[in-house]
Each structure stands twice: as C-alpha cells, then as structure tokens.
C-alpha cells in the first residue's frame, strides 16, 4: 500500500479479516446472484442486529444504494427532502435524480444536518398539482460534515416527518463510525428511531466494495429486486459481496475499527488545532476533519499527500481518517505541515 494520507477513507485498503472472508468464499461453485449460503448467512446477521423483518438488498456501492432506496420510496412526481450538503445532492453526478425522477429539495445547513424547524418551510404545496409533492427526508448519519445526529434528534426528525406523510431514508454510508462515537447499535440510530429505509455502508470502515440497502418498512418491500436489478446493481458472484458483511458484523468488527477512524480524528484534529493558522470549522464527531488553512500552504501539501479541498473561496479543506490510520501517521502530516508553515512563515 502506498502513502497513508488523509483524503478519504475510501483511499484506505480492506481490513484483512475482510480479505480473508473473500478467500473462504472462493470455493468450489455457488449458486449466482444471492442465491448462495454466503448471502444468507450474511442476511441473517443483519436481521441480527436490525431485526427479523429487516429485508437485505446488496448492491455494489453508496450511490447505488442511495438510488435503489430512493426510487422505492418515491415516485417522479413526488420530492426528496435533503441537506443541501447531502452527498444526493452534491456528489452523485445527479443519479438520484435521473433515475428516480424525483426532485431533490436541498436545504442549507451549516453543520450538514436537518432538524424539523430547518425543513419545515419547504414542506408545502400537498395536494396541489403544480408542485412537487415532499414524500421522502433523507438524513445522512454520520452527515457529510462528519458531524452526528444524537439518538434525540433522529427520533424527532422521524417522527416529525412521518406525522406529515413522509417517509424517513438514512444514508448510512459512515453508519458505523456514528454508532461507535455515540457508543450504541446501528440499529438504535437507525431502524429504532423510525427510518423506513437505510443505505448501509462498510466500505469506507473496511469492506473491498458493497453495500447494504435495508428495508425496515413492509409496505415497501415489493419491488426492491425488481428496481436493484433495472439499476444495474445486482452482482452476479453475490457471495464475494455478501461474504464481507458476515465479517464485518462478526463480533462487532465494524466497531473496533471505527471507533479506531474515529479517535485518529480526534487526534488530528488536537494536533493541527494546535497550529494558530488553522482553524477548525465542524465539530469532529467521527472521521472527519474540517479546517480552514492559509491558501498557499494547500499546494505543497497536497505534493506530499493528496487530499481534497472543500470549499476553495474560503480555503477549508476535509482530511479524513480511516480504520488503518496510526498516530505516526498524523504525526508525520502535521510535521510536513508545520514544515510549510515556518518556509511560506
Ligand atoms: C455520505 C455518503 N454517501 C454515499 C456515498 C457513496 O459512495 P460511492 O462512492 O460508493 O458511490 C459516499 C461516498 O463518498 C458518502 O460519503
């Protein structure tokens, strides 16, 4: 592996347990597209921890997962209520959209999360057939700004949007680093605070791809095979995908090594906080580190590890940390750091 850096916990490699349950799949013949024993010990798991009625769809990434979800819930004429920050939103090339036909209804936030008093004036128009009709609030746990949702919040959102005809979607992408930080279960910010359907991601925490898009609501269950198929998501050799996820529930792997990504963003963010350039602009609640740092810095730091900018006009940029980074690691970034700062000094 190359360079550990902070750009994305997507750069990170895949944790060996994870690796070694893909080898033990690769055995003789099984049955094709999730009919296999691999997917049912893994569907089993899951309803595990997220209740027997929980229905298991496996598809090969977050965005598709997100489009699976989304096109279940609403039909084209009906909206989706989102944080304007929302990866939905900013980061699927609009594939939500294409291929459910509904609109997103984006909300700013500053923090990347929703709350009944931010989305209440755009709840309007039901009834009225020259508007869009708000039938989905999709909520992303841990959000996009690496900040969190308190169990309190998410039950109050829930509720306030089931009250007014909506059903609740999470996207689950960073799921596991939100439950280790609040030190619950995935299912108690999820499925038990009243979401109908849940895009859960591993692969940021560890996975070689694939996640899980989970059905809390009967009503809604009919035709997920059906959309997962028409939107090119069903995997053939299911068993290499569904195999990870046996792993990764095991015995709460997915926990240690978020609640590792988690306190290497709090260590990070101690150590360039300790910088006076740099001034931190979220909360650092999972794996996430924003921060805004002097412009002329970014170019030679980026030279020695890559790492996106995330609002260029006011010089902020995300660093994030992953199940495999090391505290030398961090050390080592906010040298080089500190490094650029005395030479542009
Ligand atoms: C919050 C969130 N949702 C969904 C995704 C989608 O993941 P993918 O790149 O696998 O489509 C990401 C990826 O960065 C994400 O951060």
């Known amino acids: ?41 893994a569907e089993a798991a899951l309803r595990r921890v997220f209740g027997e009625a929980t229905q298991c769809y496996f598809v090969f990434n977050g965005t598709g997962a997100n489009v699976v979800a989304l096109q279940a819930m609403a039909r084209s004429y009906e909206g989706v209520v989102c944080a304007a920050t929302a990866h939905i939103n900013v980061d699927e090339c609009g594939a939500p959209e294409k291929l459910s036909g509904c609109k997103l209804i984006d909300v700013p936030t500053p923090d990347g999360k929703l709350s009944p008093e931010l989305i209440a004036p755009v709840l309007h128009g039901f009834g009225f057939e020259h508007h869009v009709q708000p039938r989905v609030l ?26 007014r005809g909506l059903l609740v979607h999470m996207d689950g992408a960073r799921l596991s680093n939100a439950a280790a930080a609040l030190n619950c279960s995935l299912a108690d910010i999820s499925v038990k605070v009243g979401v109908d359907v849940l895009s859960l991601g591993a692969t940021k925490n560890g996975l070689m791809f694939g996640e899980a898009v989970l059905v809390f609501n009967p009503e809604l269950q009919g035709p997920l095979k059906y959309i997962r198929k028409q939107s090119t998501q069903l995997f053939s050799k299911m068993r290499f995908l569904s195999a990870q996820y046996t792993a990764f529930l095991k015995n709460e792997l997915w926990r240690k090594s978020a609640r590792h990504a988690n306190q290497m963003a709090q260590l990070l963010a101690r150590e360039v906080g300790a910088i006076k350039e740099v001034q931190l602009t979220q909360k650092v609640e999972s794996n996430a580190v924003f921060a805004l740092i002097p412009k002329e810095w970014i170019a030679p730091l980026q030279a020695a590890y890559f790492f996106y900018v995330w609002d260029e006009n006011r010089s902020e940029v995300r660093w994030m940390t992953s199940f495999d980074t090391t505290e030398a690691d961090i050390h080592e970034f906010v040298a080089q750091m500190r490094r650029i700062a005395e030479l542009k000094g």
């Not at 919040?153 to 306030?160: I, K, P, V």
Request: proline share 1%; net charge negative; aromatic share 8%.
């Open 138 to 163: 999709s909520l992303t746990q841990a959000s996009e700004m690496g900040t969190l949702y308190s169990i309190e919040e998410l039950r109050a959102l829930c509720a306030y949007a089931h009250e």
């Open 1 to 41: 592996m190359g360079n550990r850096g902070f750009a994305s916990d997507n750069n990170a490699g895949v944790l060996p347990e994870v690796m070694q349950a893909i080898a033990d799949a690769n055995s003789g013949h099984a049955i094709a597209y999730g009919g296999d024993e691999y997917t049912r010990e």
